[in-house]
């Protein structure tokens, strides 16, 4: 360490620690009317939203929630949860954000395991929740959220229904400061093996995120995706990575916010008209599922500006956006970076050449944002240069990274091997800085000892008039190792077999994008693609389901 001059407070100088209060006491001096709106059927104020949010922290109080508690929520995207976002890490408590699209198996693991003391339990969940209730071991008590008339539930420790106790407590609370690298929330991620694992992040991560993430959303003139102005509704659940971090962003700056609750494409489509929302987010398998609803159909989407992350952002979506009025603006992180990493930034230079190539790196990974560094590393170890060449893993480091998976010390060590947090994608970092994510390292196909990326491989199949949707993996070949196997969905009415893959291929071929391995000789026609919990494609089940088709022969595979 450089012995450099340190800062000496005087005794009375306050020290004002990082604390997400402080988000949420900033919206309000901004705009006190601006609403926040839950579907149809609530809308209230900023003044109201810091009224609850101190209510809320009464309930939670007055049931026994102390700080170092954790307190679990399991809701669709709502007010209820930008509330419990606010209330329950201001209180000193950490919000564990259940994924409900986990198995029940899997949920009740990571409620056990984050020793979660407080539940708050949407209606349309009781079923499940009751089925892991008697082996749950560490939860005390409950609330139980509902949209519905009846306001009870026959849940074990029910202390009430959220919006009367809300109503019943006083609109006062006096949050105290405290160490701002307390944990204040925690949600699980899933890996292609194993049990989930905990990660977590302190109000001063938090908080500088937030800081970090509302400069780039809204000073980058090339993208400029979110001002004071803006309507925001987030189509990424609560529950992964906080919806990506921008409610807090949100709040903080005092924006009309709008919460969809249950993912409906009709509910959807008629918030973004009826309440002007100019701003979203999702992943690429969303997106699609959105515009290809039937509510959704003739829909006018013009204005909307959404930020894409959490997969690949392919040329063909990013194309059929940009015709429905949507301009999609390519982000990167993960459960374990808070999430964001990088995002789209179209330079002096960029802005000098072509549209295609603008395009082109409109759709990249993007620039790692401020405070952040991004490199490329050898297995050994070693750092490879970012000359847009070399191929390595992508690895991390920022204020606002999981420092570990919680009671996991082992795959915490791993995860920061050499002092970097290691993303598990294989990328490579170009002159302008962006980080082109060539592929998982698990999603990676060695083919006849030549590796292919699997997503370059998605981005050149979608470009196909008849192809809806896309997912390759590398199936297990005798001879060559691997192949790539594609599973397709197509468009209504259209037709598409191996052999019309491989023409459509064979040009990338013949001018150098791919190698000629790279066209898949089997490929499957299917209506629907797995996806995970999260929404993006399942490339494990994906594996498992080709294994069996292959087996017994089924009717959907075409091969060359
Ligand atoms: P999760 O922890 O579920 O949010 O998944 C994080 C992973 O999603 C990353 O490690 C990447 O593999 C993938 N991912 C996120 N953003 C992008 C992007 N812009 N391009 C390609 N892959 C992405």
């Given amino acids: 360490m450089l012995q450099t001059r340190l800062i000496a407070p005087a005794d009375n100088a306050h020290q004002a620690p990082l604390l997400i209060k402080r988000l949420l006491l900033s919206g309000i001096r901004y705009e006190k009317t601006r609403e926040i709106v839950y579907r149809d059927q609530l809308r209230y104020s900023y003044a109201t939203l810091n009224e609850r949010v101190a209510r809320l922290a009464n309930v939670l109080s007055e049931a026994g929630v102390k700080a170092g508690d954790t307190v679990a929520v399991m809701d669709w995207d709502s007010h209820r949860y930008l509330e419990c976002m606010f209330a ?59 949209d519905a008339a009846e306001k009870t539930a026959d849940l074990a420790g029910l202390v009430g229904e959220y919006e009367n106790l809300l109503a019943a407590a006083s609109p006062r609370y006096d949050f105290a400061d405290f160490d701002e690298n307390s944990v204040a929330t925690t949600f699980y991620t899933t890996g292609t093996t194993g049990n989930p694992k905990g990660v977590y992040f302190s109000h001063r991560q938090l908080v500088l995120h937030t800081m970090a993430e509302a400069s780039v959303l809204g000073s980058l003139d090339s993208i400029r995706l979110l001002g004071t102005n803006d309507v925001y509704m987030p189509i990424t659940p609560m529950f992964h990575v906080h919806a990506w971090g921008i409610p807090y962003v949100a709040t903080m700056l005092g924006i009309k916010q709008v919460y969809p609750g249950r993912y409906e494409p009709e509910m959807l489509c008629r918030l973004i008209k009826e309440e002007k929302v100019t701003f979203s987010h999702c992943v690429p398998t969303i997106l699609q599922m959105v515009l290809a609803a039937p509510g959704a159909q003739g829909h006018d989407f013009g204005g909307l500006k959404m930020i894409i992350g959490g997969s690949a952002l392919n040329r063909s979506l990013y194309e059929v956006a940009k015709a429905r009025g949507i301009q999609l603006t390519a982000a990167y992180g993960m459960s374990e970076t808070c999430p964001l990493i990088s995002c789209a930034h179209i330079n002096d230079e960029l802005m000098a050449g072509s549209e295609d190539e603008r395009t082109t790196y409109r759709i990249k990974a993007g620039v790692p944002v401020p405070l952040v560094e991004a490199a490329i590393m050898a297995a050994d170890g070693t750092l490879l240069p970012a000359d847009g060449e070399s191929q390595g893993e992508l690895v991390l480091r920022a204020p606002w990274l999981t420092q570990g998976y919680f009671r996991e010390p082992e795959k915490g060590a791993e995860l920061w091997e050499h002092g970097w947090l290691h993303t598990g994608d294989v990328a490579t970092i170009d002159d302008f800085g962006f980080i082109d994510i060539r592929d998982r ?12 990326s699997s997503l370059e491989l998605e981005d050149l199949i979608s470009r196909h008039p008849a192809v809806r949707e896309v997912a390759v993996v590398g199936v297990v070949d005798p001879q060559w190792g691997e192949r790539p196997f594609a599973l397709l969905v197509l468009r209504d009415g259209q037709s598409l077999d191996a052999k019309g893959l491989k023409e459509h291929l064979k040009p990338f071929v013949d001018q150098g994008s791919i190698n000629k391995w790279a066209i898949p000789s089997q490929i499957a026609l299917v209506t629907e693609v ?25 009717p959907f595979l075409s091969t060359v």
């Fill in 88 to 146: 329950i890490p201001m209180i000193g408590a950490v919000l564990h954000t259940i994924n409900i699209r986990l198995s029940a198996d899997q949920i009740l693991y990571t409620m056990n395991h984050a020793e979660d003391k407080f539940v708050l339990v949407n209606s349309e969940f009781v079923p499940l929740y009751k089925g892991i209730e008697s082996q749950l071991t560490t939860v005390e008590k409950t609330i139980l959220l509902t």
């Fill in 441 to 452: 390292i698990k999603d990676v196909i060695k083919t006849g000892g030549e590796w292919i």
């Fill in 530 to 554: 797995p996806k995970t919990s999260v929404g993006k494609l399942d490339k494990k089940r994906i594996r498992l389901d080709i294994v069996q088709w292959q087996a017994a022969g089924s």
